[in-house]
């Protein structure tokens, strides 16, 4: 989808796209523009969640402006609602290149869990990782969960699950206490760990993801390991 919404640095009355799942606007809001997504629309295939499959899509043009603008697009089709299923897991490097000994919550992976389907949810309850000899580097490691692949996480960012690392085991799991329901299509993870203190200058931190659990079931990742290093 195309969208393309003015939003005036002088006033707070923007234009706004907001779409719902029934008919009308008492359903539940499936998405709603914002200054961030005015010209990227949601990211993600928006599907009703009511019997009759409606869909109500409730454009404001806000204040009255001499400036013009593409408006929006948008593709509406028939889908056949159909069981969650894990179609790909990608995981890509998201290190810096230097980090200091004793640094916490320094980023390292990014995994990407791609789905098809809206009906029984599946969700996320454990990934493992292999730690690929930087168990006695690091003293924790951490995933959070994420709504876009490049995310920057704030400070206070509370993490999804986490382990510490005490040096006798080269692979860890992290178990969700609750575990994450997945959406249709992408979902996305942050792994982090803790550098210890008594990791030593020159040190190489690497990981790789080895598998996750989603809905019961254990799923290797093929491509878990990118290239690069902290």
């Not at 069981?83 to 980023?107: H, L, R, Y």
Request: glycine share 8%.
């Amino acid at each position: 989808s195309k969208f393309n919404l003015y939003y005036s640095s002088y006033s707070s009355d923007h234009a706004s796209l907001k779409v719902y799942s029934g008919n009308g606007t008492t359903g539940e809001l499936l998405w709603e523009s914002t200054k961030d997504t005015k010209t990227t629309g949601p990211g993600n295939t928006l599907r009703s969640t009511t019997e009759d499959g409606a869909l109500t899509v409730v454009f404001n043009a806000g204040q009255s402006s001499n400036y013009s603008y593409d408006g929006f697009t948008a593709t509406v089709s028939e889908y056949l609602s159909q069981p969650m299923k894990v179609t790909a897991t990608e995981v890509a490097q998201s290190a810096k290149s230097i980090a200091g000994v004793g640094e916490k919550n320094v980023d390292l992976l990014t995994l990407n869990v791609a789905t098809t389907g809206n009906k029984d949810i599946k969700s996320l309850s454990a990934v493992t990782v292999n730690l690929k000899n930087s168990e006695k580097i690091v003293s924790k490691v951490s995933l959070y969960a994420l709504t876009k692949a490049d995310d920057v996480l704030a400070a206070d960012a509370e993490a999804i699950a986490s382990a510490d690392i005490d040096g006798t085991a080269n692979e860890t799991t992290l178990t969700l206490t609750e575990p994450k329901n997945l959406s249709e299509g992408n979902n996305y993870f942050r792994i982090r760990c803790d550098i210890s203190s008594d990791a030593k200058s020159g040190n190489v931190v690497d990981m790789a993801v080895k598998s996750i659990t989603v809905g019961g079931e254990a799923i290797t990742v093929e491509s878990g390991d990118p290239e690069g290093a902290v």
